[in-house]
């Protein structure tokens, strides 16, 4: 009775396996396993992102990076730019927003420093890396290592 049963061909076997290794390594070992990204922005977190080095590094590049412009100057322009700016994951900045401007070419030398920073600590949530807006004043004809202390 067994020798009326046809038998598989050897190529076709190969054949079979080839093709169901295929499909598994294109299913689990070559698909692009891509975590999606949250495109939320949260403005409070568990660990708010910060300059390298904290805040007292802050200052330093603050002071050695903010150009007062002449404009300004020549116009006896003293006071804050406030920006607000996304610190992503990564530690980039993006989405650098003037929110409350000096004019004078103020506005545009903080958005320059700003991109000029180095990467940032990310902020994080739940020990996840997350998007996080961030807000900064920036101080024109006021010495940085004069100021209040809060």
């Known amino acids: 009775m067994l020798s009326n ?10 054949f079979l396996y080839v093709s169901a290794g295929l499909l598994f ?12 990204l949250d495109p939320t922005v949260y403005t409070i977190v ?3 992102p910060q300059f390298p080095g904290g805040m007292v ?17 020549q116009a006896g322009i003293k006071g804050k730019v406030f920006v607000s700016f996304i610190v992503e994951p990564d530690g980039n900045r993006t989405d650098i927003t003037v929110l409350k401007g000096l004019g004078y070419g103020c ?3 903080a958005i320059r420093v700003i991109r000029n920073m180095p990467l940032w600590e990310s902020g994080s949530q739940s020990d996840h890396p997350i998007r996080v807006k961030y807000k900064l ?8 290592s004069k100021r209040k202390e809060h």
Request: aromatic fraction near 10%.
């Open 5 to 14: 049963l046809v038998t598989p061909q050897p190529a076709l076997i190969r």
């Open 25 to 36: 390594l294109t299913a689990n070992g070559f698909a692009q396993r891509s975590e999606k």
């Open 46 to 48: 568990e660990k708010q």
């Open 57 to 73: 590094a802050l200052g330093s590049y603050m002071k050695a990076n903010v150009n007062y412009p002449i404009e300004a100057r």
């Open 107 to 109: 506005d545009e030398e």
């Open 137 to 144: 004043p920036i101080l024109f004809g006021v010495d940085y």
